[in-house]
């Protein structure tokens, strides 16, 4: 069974963390302030979590969530993460993450910034459009009629692969949006963004996105 390695332990973070631990993986969980604060999610958590820095959370974990304020994406350790599955979980609030330019004029997407900063790694987005509280109340077994579905988006396929049995392990459908550039189709003020979507209505609705500019 594969050990998740969470860089983040806030909101999405802890929830990723219990869901992990809930269906059998190991986790190493850490923040920007160090293991010593996460004690009482770890004490949580139960004997399959452990509190690590940042850069033992990158080594350990054979998928590696990045799930922290965007604007401290450059402080991702590269080294520990190059070759690994990436999960990205990141969205752009300028009133939280400060204006940057090139998503403003919408060049690229968050997480293609995250890919260039790991370039060696497999980013593939995920759980960037559910509230955090939901994903521990909104999985469902496979076949369940009305499933809820969750978007990814990446460049490499064996990565996607991996990042799709997660989150059908997880009680999620999947819908594939393309590769990193496509993400913009689930970002923030799109219409997939936040409410709950079987697959079928999440294909709609990436159909349906606007770039900002067009908003
Ligand atoms: N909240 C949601 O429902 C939701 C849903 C989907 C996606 N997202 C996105 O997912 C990301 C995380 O959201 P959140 O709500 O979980 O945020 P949050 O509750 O504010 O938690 C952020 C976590 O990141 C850690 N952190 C901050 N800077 C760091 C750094 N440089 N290195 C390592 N860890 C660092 C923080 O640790 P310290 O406390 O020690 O600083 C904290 O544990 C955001 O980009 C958000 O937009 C959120």
Known sequence: MATIGLIGAGNIGSQLARLAVAHGYDVVISNS???????????ELGPHARAAT?????????????????????????????????IDTNNYYPQRDGQI???????TTTSELLQ???PTSKVVKAFNHIYAAQLTTDGRPAGTKG???LVIAGDDRGAKATVTRLLDE??????DAGPLQGGWRIQRDTPG?????????LRTDLAAAKRYADQ
């Not at 033992?56 to 974990?61: P, V």
């Not at 963004?193 to 209505?201: F, K, L, N």
Request: glycine letters at 6%; proline letters at 8%.
């Open 193 to 201: 963004y936040g409410p709950r979507r079987t697959a079928e209505q």
């Open 147 to 149: 499933r809820r579905a």
């Open 101 to 107: 330019p090139e998503l403003d004029n919408e060049s």
């Open 116 to 118: 260039a900063h790991l």
């Open 33 to 43: 302030r160090g293991p010593e604060t996460l004690t009482a999610l770890v004490a």
């Open 54 to 86: 940042v850069v033992e959370a990158a080594k350990a974990g054979d998928i590696v969530v990045v799930t922290i304020p965007l604007k401290h994406y450059r402080t991702v350790p590269a080294e520990p993460l190059a070759g690994k599955v990436v």
């Open 170 to 175: 997880f009680g999620f459908d999947v819908v």
